[in-house]
């Protein structure tokens, strides 16, 4: 144990030491001589050796086993370290305590496993309750953060019975009074909670009672989505994305309009906070990235069209984001969101003033409308595209130096001089025809025509 932790520690040490984990369970961890080699134990928490390796990860697990008593003194030395942990040091905690708890609630079951009810119970209580508790009510968001990945684990299985009904055990009492608390922080990493344990029910207790979870958690969305505080809005919205993404067909209808009306009627027209209107357009992303969303949103997706207009530009940007997505869907037209001759105007505007004219938006918008200025397959002649470009100049000149400006980053090198010498020669052949109905020389442009 001690070599295992010293400097020059190789992970064979750890592997041997791994392969003897059984003599710990002989020791007594109520006698006061075992101190120094508790202390000892608990240094492998910290230790990137134990963390980086296999074995390293299952001796820890073990730990957790040895005895319930030291099951609080293992986590109370994990979580000083998620401050400053890396993402994989934090996945590797994950995983530590999510086969801890796993391990010991498999062994309950094992009549020869005495002892394991009340080492599963130390886990619950004394580590992940904890865990969840600082979750929610970390005054540090980045220690939220780390908490959040390091329980990861545990959502990611909550389809199992006995991982949700853990959850329910440990958030049921705790969930619902923070996405009600005074301070604000406290909604808003509760709404990432509600998100990630959704729907936080208790599996044994039959269909009616799952409805009720499921109501209990619509409502508490649409709270979150009328909050008094921009930041925990936004939270609501973007759990409300999540979960419709994810359980669309499990929410009633009724509900499901609810949540929608939320966010396409109120938080769209916020004129309180951009970030609360961004992210309604964002949500809307978001859920149309599922084809069983698309019947209820397409009557829905024209009201966000003035949204194209923002004053904002990042809002402008989720929009043509949104519109390019779009784009890319069977049975849903961009131009019916936004009609041709808004887009031909916002793109026009962002050349003006203190917009950006080849700024993201401006970018954005000469990709959408690519297709339509300069299209490309093998039906389509250069003789078209000389049309379009034509037809644009004319209507919009303004929308046309914002679109070819920004041409380089949609058209290859080959397609923007294909267009530049095409345009030269209808010019030249426009000067020509001039010349001629003037009875002026035209040999010096022989060359040009040639």
Known sequence: ?????????????????????D???????????????????????????????????????????VDASLVGELHKAIKVQLF?????????YGEIYYNAWKQSADKKEDEDEEGQGEIQASIEENALQDMMYYQIHAANPKIASSIRIVLDKFYV?????????????????LLWRSLAATNA?????????????????????????????????????????????????????????????????????NDIRKLLNHIIAKHASDLTSSAVR??????????????????????????LGNLIHDKSEKVRLVVVEMLLFVKKLRGMKYYHIVDPQNLLGRLADEGRGRNNPTGPVAIGLSELLSNSFFPVGKN?????????????????????????RNAGTQLGVNSISKLIAALM???????????????EDISNLSIVMA
């Open 84 to 92: 400053e942990a890396k993402r994989s040091i934090l996945n590797a």
């Open 380 to 404: 389509k002649t250069m003789s078209d595209i000389i049309n379009r470009t034509l037809r644009l100049l004319t209507d919009n000149p303004d929308a046309a130096v914002t679109f070819y």
């Open 425 to 439: 020669r209808c010019l030249c052949m426009l000067i020509v025809q001039d010349k001629k109905m003037n009875c």
């Open 278 to 303: 961004a992210t309604a357009i964002k949500t809307v992303t978001t859920l149309l990235e599922e084809d069983k969303t698309h019947a209820v949103l397409r009557s829905l997706l024209p009201s």
């Open 157 to 173: 299985n909550k389809k199992s019975p006995d991982v949700e009904s853990m959850l329910h055990r440990c958030y049921g009492p």
């Open 23 to 65: 003599a710990i369970d002989l020791l007594d961890f109520e006698c006061e001589s075992i101190t120094t080699l508790k202390n000892h134990l608990l240094r492998t928490v910290a230790n990137p050796l134990f963390l980086q390796s296999t074995e390293g990860k299952k001796f820890i697990t073990h730990l957790f086993h």
């Open 1 to 21: 144990l001690v070599k295992s932790l010293e400097d020059t520690a190789q992970k064979n040490d750890v592997k041997r030491l791994y392969s003897i984990r």
């Open 185 to 253: 922080r406290v909604r808003l990493q509760a709404s990432a909670v509600l998100t990630d344990t959704f729907p936080l029910r208790d599996p044994d207790a039959g269909q009616e009672w799952t409805e009720a979870c499921v109501q209990k958690s619509v409502e508490a969305l649409i709270s979150l989505m009328s909050d008094e505080v921009a930041a925990v809005r936004v939270a609501g919205s973007n759990a409300t994305a999540k979960i419709l993404s994810q359980f669309w067909v499990a929410i009633p209808a």
